[in-house]
């Protein structure tokens, strides 16, 4: 693995804890937005492994997971980033004041955490020979 790819996955698995911890003192939003970036990061981290750069200020993980160089993502972890990526378009529409807090019970958020370390799991095997 290369070191901007052990970078990516690094910061990723430290935005993952980051959103265990937060979710376990009861900080929703902020453990759904750790979570997020912790797919990002994971996102990014093998696309780099692949041989292309991150796309530049990308932040949609619909977007990031759909990238060519990622054909080979199992489906699950595509639909995990859309499921990620809709919350938080949802939350940051002006047209609502929904939060992750009032959007997503506390299983909902417990779940995407298992997922995305699920994901992180894979996303380290798949670069290890990188």
Request: with cysteine.
């Amino acid at each position: 693995m290369n070191s901007t790819t052990n970078a990516w996955l690094l910061r990723a698995m430290h935005d993952l804890e980051r959103a265990a911890l937060e979710l376990r003192t009861g900080q929703k939003t902020e453990a759904f937005l750790s979570c997020h970036r912790a797919v990002e990061r994971g996102l990014k981290g093998i696309i780099v492994a692949r041989g292309d750069p991150p796309p530049a200020d990308s932040h949609d993980l619909t977007a990031l997971a759909g990238a060519e160089v990622l054909g080979g993502i199992p489906a699950r972890y595509r639909e995990l980033a859309a499921r990620l990526q809709g919350v938080k378009d949802s939350f940051n529409s002006p047209l609502t004041a929904i939060t992750p807090d009032k959007m997503l019970a506390t299983e909902d958020l417990a779940g995407f955490l298992e997922q995305a370390e699920d994901f992180l799991r894979w996303a380290l095997g798949e670069t290890e020979g990188g």
